[in-house]
C-alpha cells in the first residue's frame, strides 16, 4: 500500500509538472521537469541494484563483542555471553553490492527481549560508508542487567547519499544474549553492622575453611577437650569415648543459593529486588573465588528449574555463572529453599557448605538441626543502612546457637546507568 501511494504521488507530481511545461512553457517548468525525470531514472536504477536478492547483507565479527567472557565455550553458535553491568560493544560488517553507485549509510538495528522481566532493548549502529561497498558498524550499550535476552529481530538498511530512499532487510530473531554475574559486585563484609550475639564475616570466603567430620570413636585420653567425648557412646560402652574426627574430602564447596529474593517478591518484580540481585552475586563471587583454589564447587538454586551445576579448576565456572545468570526460573515456594539445603548437604558426603541468603529463613535453622554441627555456614545478605527487623536478629542467634557461622555481607553500590530502549544504545562507528 505504501509503495502504490508513493507511485501515484511521483506520477501525480510528472503529470503536474507536464501539463505545466506543454501548456504553459517556461525554464521554471521545464527545468522541474528535467528534476522528475532524474529523479524518476535515479529511483529506477536504485531499484534495480537493491532487486534480485543483492539487499544490505550483514556479518557479526567475531571479535565483535569486546567483553566476551573467552572460556565460555558451551552452548550453541548463536548464544553470546557478556558481563552484567559492562559496556557491551558488539561489531558488524555492512555490505551492498550497489552502494559504491549511490554512496550514503549503513544502518544495523538488534531487538532484544529480556525472557524474565519482558523489558525490551534496541540496539542501533550507524555507519557512513560513501562510495565504499562495506563498512563496519559498532553498537555500544551501557551495562545490561544481568538475565537472558532472546533476539527479536534483527534489521539492516542502506539509505543513499541523497537520503532519498532506502533499501531494508529484517529477519526473525535467533539466539540470546547472557548476561552472566561477574561477582565483580560481590558483597562484602559489613564490620560491625551484625547483631549484638553474631559472628564478626572473616576474610577467607565462607565455608572455604575445612569442617571436620565425625567419622567414629576413640577412648577417651587424659588432656582432650569436653567438646570431643562423644556422650551416646559413652552411655552405652560405660567408658568415656572421644569423637574421632577427620577433614570432608579437600576441594570440595557446595552453594545454595536462596532465589526467593527478600521473600517479598514474585514473579517479574523478582527481577527487580536489589536482594537477589546481591545475593547472585555474592554467590557467584564465591564460587569463582572457590574455583580459583582448586575446589570443586557445587551450585544449587532453589528456584524450582533452575537445577544444580559443577566445576572445578580456575576459568571454568561457566556453567555456574549461566545458571545464577538465569535466576529466578519458575515458581519459588518460600519453603523451597531450606528443603534443598538439607537434601543438598545429605548428598555432599561432607564436603563444605555454604547457604546464601536474603531473607530471614526460620524454616531454615530447622533444617540445620538435622545436620552434624558445624557443617554449613551461612551467608546473609543485608542491605547497608537498612534497619535490622526484630526476627533477623533473633535468627542470627539461633544460626549461632546451633553452630553455624553467619557472615554478615552487604552489596556494592555500583553507579546507576541507563537502562532499556533506544536511550541505552551508543551510535558509531
Same mark, same amino acid.
Given at each position: 500500500?505504501?509503495?502504490?501511494?508513493?507511485?501515484?504521488?511521483?506520477?501525480?507530481?510528472?503529470a503536474?509538472?507536464?501539463?505545466?511545461?506543454?501548456?504553459?512553457?517556461?525554464?521554471?517548468?521545464?527545468?522541474?521537469?528535467?528534476?522528475?525525470?532524474?529523479?524518476?531514472? !535515479?529511483?529506477?536504477?536504485?531499484?534495480?541494484? %537493491?532487486?534480485?536478492?543483492?539487499?544490505?547483507?550483514?556479518?557479526?565479527?567475531?571479535?565483535?563483542?569486546?567483553?566476551?567472557?573467552?572460556?565460555?565455550?558451551?552452548?550453541?553458535?548463536?548464544?553470546?555471553?557478556?558481563? $552484567?553491568?559492562?559496556?557491551?560493544?558488539?561489531?558488524?560488517?555492512?555490505?551492498?553490492?550497489?552502494?559504491?553507485?549511490?554512496?550514503?549509510? =549503513?544502518?544495523?538495528?538488534?531487538?532484544?527481549?529480556?525472557?524474565?522481566?519482558?523489558?525490551?532493548?534496541?540496539?542501533?549502529?550507524? @555507519?557512513?560508508?560513501?562510495?565504499?561497498?562495506?563498512?563496519?558498524?559498532?553498537?555500544? +550499550?551501557? /551495562?545490561?542487567a544481568?538475565?537472558?535476552y532472546?533476539?527479536?529481530?534483527?534489521?539492516?538498511?542502506?539509505? *543513499?547519499?541523497?537520503?532519498?530512499?532506502?533499501?531494508?532487510?529484517?529477519?526473525?530473531?535467533?539466539?540470546?544474549?547472557?548476561?552472566?554475574?561477574?561477582?565483580?559486585?560481590?558483597?562484602?563484609?559489613?564490620p560491625?553492622?551484625?547483631?549484638?550475639?553474631?559472628?564478626?564475616?572473616?576474610?577467607?570466603?565462607?565455608?572455604? *575453611?575445612? @569442617?571436620?567430620?565425625?567419622?567414629?570413636?576413640?577412648p !577417651?585420653?587424659?588432656?582432650?577437650?569436653?567438646?570431643?567425648?562423644?556422650?551416646?557412646?559413652?552411655?552405652?560402652?560405660?567408658?568415656?569415648?572421644?569423637?574421632?574426627?577427620?577433614?570432608?574430602?579437600?576441594?570440595?564447596?557446595?552453594?545454595?543459593? *536462596?532465589?526467593?529474593?527478600?521473600g /517479598?517478591?514474585?514473579?517479574?518484580?523478582?527481577?527487580?529486588d536489589?536482594?537477589?540481585?546481591?545475593?547472585?552475586?555474592?554467590?557467584?563471587?564465591?564460587?569463582?573465588?572457590?574455583l580459583?583454589?582448586?575446589?570443586?564447587v557445587?551450585?544449587?538454586?532453589? *528456584?524450582?528449574? $533452575?537445577g544444580?551445576a559443577?566445576?572445578?579448576?580456575?576459568?571454568?565456572d /561457566?556453567?555456574?555463572?549461566r545458571? =545464577?545468570?538465569?535466576?529466578?526460573r /519458575?515458581?519459588?515456594?518460600?519453603?523451597?529453599?531450606?528443603?534443598?539445603?538439607?537434601?543438598?548437604?545429605?548428598?555432599?558426603?561432607?564436603?563444605?557448605?555454604?547457604? %546464601?541468603?536474603a531473607?530471614?529463613?526460620?524454616?531454615?535453622?530447622?533444617?540445620?538441626?538435622g545436620?552434624p554441627?558445624? +557443617?554449613?555456614?551461612? %551467608?546473609?545478605?543485608?542491605?547497608?543502612?537498612?534497619?535490622?527487623?526484630?526476627?533477623?536478629?533473633?535468627?542470627?542467634?539461633?544460626?549461632?546457637?546451633?553452630?553455624c557461622?553467619?557472615?554478615?555481607?552487604?552489596?556494592?553500590?555500583?553507579?546507576?546507568a541507563?537502562?532499556?530502549?533506544?536511550?541505552?544504545a551508543?551510535?558509531?562507528?
Amino acid at each position: 500500500m505504501r509503495s502504490l501511494l508513493a507511485v501515484g504521488w511521483i506520477g501525480g507530481c510528472g503529470a503536474i509538472l507536464g501539463w505545466w511545461a506543454f501548456g504553459w512553457g517556461g525554464r521554471t517548468a521545464w527545468f522541474l521537469v528535467y528534476v522528475w525525470a532524474f529523479f524518476v531514472v !535515479y529511483l529506477g536504477l536504485f531499484r534495480a541494484a %537493491v532487486g534480485r536478492g543483492r539487499g544490505p547483507r550483514i556479518e557479526r565479527l567475531s571479535d565483535g563483542m569486546e567483553v566476551a567472557p573467552e572460556r565460555i565455550q558451551f552452548g550453541s553458535s548463536a548464544a553470546r555471553f557478556v558481563y $552484567s553491568g559492562e559496556p557491551v560493544t558488539m561489531a558488524y560488517r555492512l555490505s551492498a553490492a550497489w552502494l559504491p553507485l549511490f554512496g550514503g549509510r =549503513l544502518r544495523v538495528e538488534e531487538r532484544w527481549v529480556h525472557e524474565g522481566t519482558g523489558e525490551r532493548i534496541v540496539r542501533r549502529g550507524t @555507519v557512513e560508508a560513501g562510495f565504499r561497498r562495506d563498512a563496519v558498524a559498532r553498537c555500544t +550499550v551501557q /551495562g545490561l542487567a544481568r538475565g537472558v535476552y532472546r533476539q527479536e529481530a534483527l534489521i539492516v538498511s542502506a539509505v *543513499d547519499a541523497f537520503g532519498l530512499m532506502q533499501a531494508k532487510r529484517e529477519s526473525a530473531g535467533g539466539g540470546q544474549l547472557w548476561a552472566l554475574p561477574g561477582g565483580l559486585g560481590t558483597a562484602m563484609p559489613l564490620p560491625g553492622t551484625a547483631p549484638e550475639g553474631a559472628r564478626l564475616a572473616s576474610r577467607r570466603p565462607p565455608g572455604s *575453611d575445612p @569442617v571436620p567430620q565425625v567419622s567414629g570413636t576413640r577412648p !577417651y585420653a587424659p588432656g582432650d577437650p569436653l567438646r570431643l567425648i562423644h556422650w551416646r557412646s559413652s552411655a552405652r560402652t560405660g567408658e568415656l569415648r572421644a569423637k574421632e574426627t577427620e577433614l570432608p574430602a579437600a576441594g570440595r564447596q557446595l552453594i545454595v543459593l *536462596d532465589a526467593a529474593g527478600a521473600g /517479598g517478591s514474585a514473579g517479574a518484580a523478582l527481577w527487580a529486588d536489589p536482594a537477589l540481585a546481591a545475593a547472585v552475586e555474592a554467590a557467584a563471587g564465591l564460587a569463582r573465588r572457590a574455583l580459583e583454589q582448586g575446589a570443586r564447587v557445587r551450585l544449587a538454586v532453589s *528456584d524450582g528449574q $533452575s537445577g544444580t551445576a559443577e566445576a572445578q579448576g580456575r576459568g571454568r565456572d /561457566g556453567e555456574l555463572l549461566r545458571l =545464577l545468570a538465569a535466576v529466578p526460573r /519458575g515458581a519459588t515456594r518460600a519453603d523451597a529453599f531450606a528443603e534443598l539445603a538439607l537434601r543438598e548437604a545429605r548428598l555432599a558426603g561432607g564436603a563444605a557448605l555454604t547457604l %546464601v541468603t536474603a531473607r530471614a529463613d526460620a524454616q531454615l535453622a530447622a533444617a540445620l538441626r538435622g545436620l552434624p554441627r558445624g +557443617v554449613a555456614r551461612v %551467608v546473609y545478605v543485608h542491605e547497608p543502612g537498612a534497619a535490622w527487623p526484630g526476627p533477623a536478629h533473633a535468627w542470627v542467634r539461633q544460626l549461632e546457637a546451633l553452630g553455624c557461622p553467619v557472615t554478615i555481607l552487604a552489596p556494592h553500590r555500583p553507579a546507576a546507568a541507563l537502562r532499556g530502549g533506544a536511550a541505552d544504545a551508543a551510535i558509531g562507528t
